[in-house]
């Protein structure tokens, strides 16, 4: 067994203190816009927290308000024009109701956040050296020189190989992954304290996925910093994450640790998407797939947004919309009938 | 083994879509003396495999490997430089337009963005049912509405959606009706190009069900292309892998997953992301680098610049194919050497000792 410890994704002793406070709480956390279609709300009322030194993962398909929650966060997405209720707070602080000024200095700093489509995120009309040192000018004051010299550190820290020879290098030059890199060393410029990536690796083919997680994991180790990690892709998190919030509909469904969340899903959701993925280690007769469609925010369901699709849907989820409830520690889900759910996962 | 596995390996049912030597040069070929030689991007090199009644072939490789060239090739949208595509034994190359028309309705083919693939102009009815202007004996005009509200309700959909258009449809909605119109001509072979990769996870189930569905009530054949390794596994009989325009391994499906011969599809086998938080202790088969560009391929094997095994022949010498690529085989000169167990536990299910 001693040659597999060195290829573990987890390693024994990377395991957060469980029992320490949260860096970051989410308590109530609500988004939405008016559309030509009337108000949707994007995101109802979330909570959930991360520890210094933890991974959360953030689950869920298109729509499901997992980047609008994230965006407003970081001061993305601002009121006006969405309607944003709730609390971000940071050591204690509400940041959603700082002024802009203050939440700038927090971007960088305290936050960063990596996109999806890194090509698209980055300037196609600067160089590489200019994006990546462009913070340390601005923030730090430092001279031209200096902050190339930065910037080829942070390039060697995210494994861009011979990084002095690219500073020069225009984003349209670089690969995929060598994007997502570029993006990454840029967040780290300021040696944040949580790093939110939004669906780092979505667009990446899966040998380049696999670099580019354990980098992010790397990274994270080697700074006690906390990632939030969103994502589609159940593996990823699997692999990844302490624990994970799922998302349907702009609402929480389900949030615990990944060993519960695998072993003992409560949730109907969480269940129905574990049983639709296919298995790269057999064949099976037919998938178990969801029937239906995610809901369009303009159009959700009453009661429980998620009962169209469920087998367990009682007339009683068209009527009531079901809370959040603690199921055991560090384990809650949002459905009338989570606790008889998770008894009978536990059995299987 | 499965009686469609068995009834393969016997050789017993009727080839439908045959690809030998295919090859696609992007560019010019020059001749210098009796030698060709190719001055531009070798897309496809290669490639060999029949296809028969009933069968998926799945196809996978990383984004730039040539697979959706390959596919193209296979329908003639693309002319390929080299070799023959056969349909129920017509040379699809030697046709002149109207009989190449006639043949297509053979070989229909899926696309990976249901976004683009629709007219957004045409009601879903007159998408369905576009095919038959081309082939007005497949349904006689008095059936035609009919029939596509058959195909709709075969895919899923319902009847009264024919007078809606495709804007009013999610994604995996107009994945089906994608579906429903290469359905209408009755082909024997559909290309399926990565028809899942855009369609969150819930939907993506429904659709490869679907696909699964319509085979065992048809008999129609599959060459089905994707990324996902996971969804390949679920839906194809054999599988070749691709890389650099290459097939480096191919064979049934559970024999190329369960001991894989190639470094290559090793890793990819090995870096897929397990769903399981407790089964996270197998080694990862990690490649260096990324895939290098296809107008500068690497010399010798053209994955000796990515691969953890190579050696000094693996740059010099192209390697020869063990076994029939479509059968069983693998393009690497040291794959009787190597053992990968250490690297798929998590799908053999098998814990290697050491």
């Known amino acids: 067994m001693n040659a597999m410890t060195e290829a573990r994704t987890r390693v024994t002793g990377d ?34 927290s991360i520890r210094k030194g933890e991974t959360l993962g953030i689950i869920g398909e298109s729509g499901s308000g997992k980047s609008v929650g994230l965006e407003t966060i970081m001061g993305l997405i601002t009121s006006p024009p969405a309607r944003i209720s709730g609390q971000v707070l940071l050591d204690g602080q509400d940041i959603l109701s700082m002024p802009q000024r203050q939440r700038r200095q927090l971007r960088g700093d305290r936050m960063a956040m990596i996109f999806q489509d890194a090509l698209a995120a980055l300037n196609p009309s600067l160089t590489i050296g200019t994006q990546i040192s462009e913070v340390y000018r601005i923030r730090r004051g430092a001279s031209r020189q200096a902050a190339l010299d930065k910037a080829v550190e942070l390039m060697d820290q995210v494994k861009i190989p011979s990084a002095r020879s690219r500073l020069k290098a225009y984003p349209h ?42 980098l992010l994991q790397e990274v994270r180790r080697e700074r006690g ?124 | 083994m499965t009686e469609q596995q068995q009834a393969v390996a016997s050789g017993q049912r009727e080839v439908v879509l045959r690809a030998e030597q295919l090859g696609k040069v992007f560019g010019k070929t020059v001749r210098q003396g009796w030698r060709r030689v190719d001055q531009g991007v070798r897309a496809v090199n290669d490639v060999n ?92 005009p008095a059936q035609r509405e009919a029939r596509i509200g058959e195909l709709l309700q075969q895919v899923g959909l319902n009847k009264s959606d024919a007078d809606r258009y495709p804007h009013q449809f999610s994604g995996g909605q107009r994945q089906r009706i994608g579906i429903a119109r290469a359905l209408a001509v009755e082909p024997e072979v559909i290309i399926c190009d990565e028809p899942v990769s855009a369609l969150d996870v819930s939907v993506q189930a429904q659709v490869i069900n679907l696909l699964m569905d319509i085979q065992r009530d048809t008999g129609v054949s599959y060459v089905f292309i994707a990324h996902d390794l996971s969804v390949v596994r679920q839906i194809s009989d054999r599988i070749m892998v691709m890389y650099l325009g290459e097939i480096v391994e191919g064979g049934a499906v559970d024999a190329v997953y369960e001991s894989p011969q190639h ?53 010099q010498e192209v390697p020869a194919v063990t076994g029939d690529l479509a059968v069983r085989g693998v393009r690497c000169h040291h794959a009787s050497t190597l053992n990968f167990d250490p690297y798929i536990e998590h799908i053999t299910g098998r814990v290697a000792s050491g």
């Open chain 1, 15 to 48: 395991r957060v203190d469980v029992s320490a406070a949260p860096i970051m709480s989410v308590e109530g956390l609500s988004v939405g816009f008016d559309t030509p279609h009337g108000p949707v709300q994007a995101v109802d009322n979330v909570s959930w």
């Open chain 1, 225 to 348: 910093m906390s990632l939030i990690l969103v994502t589609h892709d159940l593996g990823v998190v699997a692999e990844c994450a302490d624990r994970a919030v799922v998302m349907y509909s702009g609402r929480m469904a389900e949030t615990a640790t990944m060993r519960d969340l695998f072993r003992t899903p409560s949730h109907p959701y969480t269940r129905a998407l574990l049983q639709a993925m296919p298995r790269v280690d057999a064949r099976l007769e037919r998938l178990q797939a969801i029937p239906g469609t995610p809901p369009t925010l303009s159009h959700i369901p009453s009661g429980c947004a998620f009962r169209p699709r469920c087998t367990f849907a009682q007339p009683r989820c068209a009527e009531e919309k079901p809370e959040l409830r603690m199921l055991a520690a560090e384990h809650s889900a949002a459905c009338h009938f989570a606790e008889a759910i998770r008894e009978e996962t536990s059995h299987d």
């Open chain 1, 173 to 214: 030059e670089f690969s995929g992954g060598m994007c997502q890199r570029v993006m990454i060393a840029m967040a780290l410029a300021m040696d944040p304290e949580i790093l939110i990536a939004d669906e780092p690796t979505t667009a990446l083919d899966v040998t380049v996925q696999r670099q580019i997680m354990d």
């Open chain 2, 263 to 315: 470094p290559y599809t090793t890793a990819l086998l090995s870096s897929i992301p397990v769903h399981d938080p407790e089964q996270q202790s197998r080694q990862v088969l990690k490649l260096p680098g990324e895939v290098p560009s296809p107008m500068n391929p690497p010399s010798g094997c053209k994955f000796h610049t990515r691969c953890p095994y190579a050696t000094e022949i693996c740059s």
């Open chain 2, 49 to 140: 495999f029949e296809l028969h009644r009933g069968e998926t072939l799945g196809l996978v490789g990383e984004s730039g490997c040539g697979k959706s060239t390959l596919a193209r090739l296979l329908v003639r949208l693309m002319d390929p430089t080299e070799g023959r595509v056969e349909v129920l034994g017509q040379n699809l190359l030697e046709l002149k337009r109207e009989d190449l028309r006639q043949a297509r309705r053979r070989i229909q083919m899926i696309f990976q963005d249901p976004y683009s693939s629709l007219n957004p102009r045409m009601t879903v009815g007159e998408i369905i049912g576009e095919p038959w202007q081309v082939f007005p004996d497949i349904v006689p």
